[in-house]
């Protein structure tokens, strides 16, 4: 049968220039050919899958010959002998003195070797590398499962599963015509845009949210970074941490005492922008009047119907006040029910001109980090705040984890909207929050980064750590268990 070359939908296109990293560690892993055999079990069943070509840049996919397969999976699936990915794991530990072209060994970029994804195996540990326009967060968790879990036939159900046709349209009947007052919820929301930036220019990416329906920086002064000498792209910073397992039952048991109603994912996200304004205000820089959400539209689809590829917008949002997680729940479920984030993608996969994503743009290879300490006066932008909650990661909890799920390690990785953009991704499992955090450290101090989310988990702020550790794919995560702190709401985020 000869499978013709095709293209991803214009939905996942939108992502085209994001780069994502998964590392997961402390697993008792399978065996590299164990995985290099699921890829190719379903490789063979369906090859015209996304998962199984060749890709390039502008979202063509190319069928793998089946004399090229084995090319293909030795280009996925590498292994490296280290005992460690790269993320500290111990608050005291110092990060070293990796310089940011450093990689673990094996590891490739997926989007140079034109693959969907690429596998780095460790002794206890796995990094999965890709490009967002390939799959979302909820696909690269059930993707994950499938390839490290118990089930060896979850991988092939997952990319042979029965996709949507046309989902963009099936969600807007089934939200607009199935229900008119989305409608005139959708008319009456308000449609806030980033603000700009301390030094009177917009933010480069401020409106470059998949949806947002503006290019990045458009129409705005760009801020020069770049070094005297021209370089790569610096690749983004993530600062790793995982919550003491107190901290998410005590912030429940705080919502249905002071809010009702209110959703875990709106208290953190108010929590976070709480701190982080007070990091950066501390400088003489105010937050911003919102933050950037990133909404799953499948909410819209009919039940029953599934997507692979990405579904999802980022919405910028202003509440009432950034500080109150109640003002926060109230804009988020008003979003949600007016159909925003699903017009927003719509709007934007019609649009010739719509952005292509978040886009990469940052400081070059050869700036240095933002400099910090005593005495030292650092003129720091208002960070542009996006959010990313998956909720539970519960297609994860089957997996071999060498000390239960209680144990699980998770780090994300994803480029940040823009030079001043910087990206919080939230994930729930074993029972605790884990919290990555994406920016540039050419702009950003790694310090004042890390003491805000310090003040959200509770923990003492690491003012002698930085994210100068080693890079996995391409970045430099340093990641720390949260040291037992009080489990309180911050003391600005809880009053409504």
Known sequence: ????????????????????????WGLDLPAPDEVRARIADAQRTHPGSRFGCRVDGAGRLYPVPAECREEFLASV???????????????????????PSGELPGERSAAEAG???????????????????????????????????????????????????????????????RHPGAVLRLAREPRPRPVTAPDGTTAPGAGAAPGAGAAPGAGAATREYSAPVP????????????????????????????APGVSVASILFSRFATAFGEAFGASGHPARD????????????????????????????????????????????????????????????????APSAPTATGPTSSAAPTPT??????????????????????????LPWSGGPEDMR?????????????????LEGGGRLHVSASFHDAVFPPTVVAGAIAAVLGEESPASQSAGGRPVGGRRIVGSHARRGPGSPHPSAGSS
């Open 1 to 24: 049968m000869r499978i013709r070359k095709v293209r991803l939908p214009r939905r996942d296109r939108l992502w085209a220039g994001t780069t994502v990293t998964r590392v997961l």
């Open 77 to 99: 699936v590498a292994t490296s002998p280290e005992e460690s990915p790269g993320v500290v794991t111990s608050p005291g530990e110092p990060p070293g003195g990796a310089t």
């Open 115 to 177: 693959v969907p994804f690429t596998v780095t195996m460790g002794p206890s540990w796995v990094v999965l590398a890709y490009p967002h326009m390939v799959f979302d967060g909820r696909t690269a968790l059930e993707f994950l499962a499938g390839l490290l879990g118990p089930d060896p036939d979850r991988l092939s159900r997952l990319i042979g599963r029965r996709e949507c046709v046309l989902p963009v349209l099936q969600a807007g009947v089934n939200t607009y015509l």
């Open 231 to 258: 370089g790569a792209p610096r690749a983004p910073a993530c600062l790793y941490r995982v919550s003491h397992p107190d901290l998410l039952p005590e912030l429940r048991s705080w919502r249905d005492r002071h």
């Open 290 to 353: 919102g933050v950037v959400v990133l909404f799953d539209a499948r909410r819209y689809l009919p039940s029953g119907r599934h997507v692979t590829g990405n579904f999802s917008a980022a919405v910028y949002v202003r509440p009432r006040d950034l500080r109150d997680p109640v003002a926060m729940g109230e804009v988020l479920r008003s979003v949600a029910a007016s159909g925003r984030p699903l017009a927003a993608m719509a709007l934007a996969c019609l649009t010739p001109t």
């Open 373 to 398: 300490g005593p005495g030292v006066a650092v003129d720091l932008p208002s960070p542009l705040l996006a959010f990313s909650h998956v909720g539970r990661a519960d297609a994860l909890a089957g």
């Open 410 to 426: 998770i780090a994300v990785s994803a480029t940040p909207p823009g030079a001043e953009g910087l990206t919080v991704n939230l």
